[in-house]
T-cell receptor, first 110, second 116 residues
Framework: EDKVVQSPLSLVVHEGDTVTLNCSYE??????LLWYKQEKKAPTFLFMLTSSGIEKKSGRLSSILDKKELFSILNITATQTGDSAIYLC??????????FGEGTQLTVNP | GAGVSQSPRYKVAKRGQDVALRCDPI?????LFWYQQALGQGPEFLTY????????KSGLPSDRFFAERPEGSVSTLKIQRTQQEDSAVYLC??????????????FGPGTRLTVL
């Protein structure tokens, strides 16, 4: 059975801090790993990673994949209160589904 | 519209009632997915459509759950004889191409179902 594990499950930081969110996976037929941000509505797409060692970056957010050690990290620098959300990691395999982790609840306090 | 839309946004049902949840995917998107998200959990796959064909329904938790997409665009998820454990957010997602490609899925806002 495909499995995705995220850590920590929750995190509370102050504005300006840097955070690292972790995602490890055990799946068959890995195709890609995706990060989503979920506030009180639809998960919104952040990154798709398919190759090891290539960092993807968007503003203060960046992510990298290690296909040998089967994990990915999502970094957020200079956090803002608007970064408060649940961050979901999902893995796409050769089937049709995405397998999601439980998510990391990030709270950024002013 | 520009994104995936779902209706209703909130639904309260008495145990035993039937419910129907609607999803309007992004226009032209071939693939459509339904997920169930329980409180404090990540979304869990329910079913997948490629155009009007339901290619994977292995995630449907019981035969009380039924989904259709008769014309390859709008989809309906129906839950018969609802139970309290069906309470969750039901998310719909669409993707431009078929499941064999590596496109991201775009999610709708979800329908929050509460079964009393």
């Amino acid at each position: 059975e495909d499995k995705v594990v995220q850590s920590p499950l929750s995190l509370v930081v102050h504005e300006g801090d840097t955070v690292t969110l972790n995602c490890s996976y055990e799946v068959t037929n890995f195709r890609s790993l995706l990060w989503y941000k979920q506030e009180k509505k639809a998960p919104t797409f952040l990154f798709m990673l398919t190759s090891s060692g290539i960092e993807k970056k968007s503003g203060r957010l960046s992510s990298i994949l290690d296909k040998k050690e089967l994990f990915s990290i999502l970094n957020i620098t200079a956090t803002q209160t608007g970064d408060s959300a649940i961050y979901l990691c999902a893995v796409k395999t050769s089937g049709s589904r995405l397998t999601f982790g439980e998510g990391t609840q990030l709270t950024v306090n002013p | 519209g520009a994104g995936v839309s779902q209706s209703p946004r909130y639904k309260v049902a008495k145990r035993g009632q039937d419910v129907a949840l609607r999803c309007d995917p992004i226009s032209g998107h071939v693939s459509l997915f339904w997920y169930q998200q329980a409180l404090g959990q990540g979304p869990e796959f329910l079913t997948y459509f490629q155009n009007e064909a339901q290619l994977d329904k292995s995630g449907l938790p019981s035969d009380r759950f039924f989904a259709e997409r008769p014309e390859g665009s709008v989809s309906t998820l129906k839950i018969q004889r609802t139970q309290q454990e069906d309470s969750a957010v039901y998310l719909c997602a669409s993707s431009l191409a078929t499941w064999t490609s590596n496109n991201e899925q775009f999610f709708g806002p979800g329908t929050r179902l509460t079964v009393l």
